[in-house]
């Protein structure tokens, strides 16, 4: 039981620093895109939306398989 509570902490914990990590990164990276050339802003700004999109969605996956091991404890 305590494997779950810790397997459940683990897969929030690491998908959160990981999603919170990547998204600072392509963040950071699209303002130095359209810091080099503004008149590719629109362009970048919308890839940089759909690649965050993606990066929370397996940062969801991780509170969804949490969730799945902490029903098991019960």
């Known amino acids: 039981m305590d494997m779950l509570a810790l397997g459940a902490g683990l897969a ?6 990981g999603g919170g990590i990547g ?9 130095e895109a359209i810091a080099r050339q503004p008149e590719v802003g629109g362009d970048v700004r919308t890839l940089l939306f759909i690649t965050l999109a993606f990066i929370e969605t397996l940062t969801i996956y991780g ?3 949490a969730f799945m091991l902490v ?4």
């Open 63 to 65: 509170l969804l398989i």
């Open 71 to 74: 029903s098991k404890i019960q």
């Open 23 to 31: 998204m600072g990164i392509a963040g950071g990276k699209a303002f």
């Open 12 to 17: 929030v914990s690491i998908s959160g620093i």
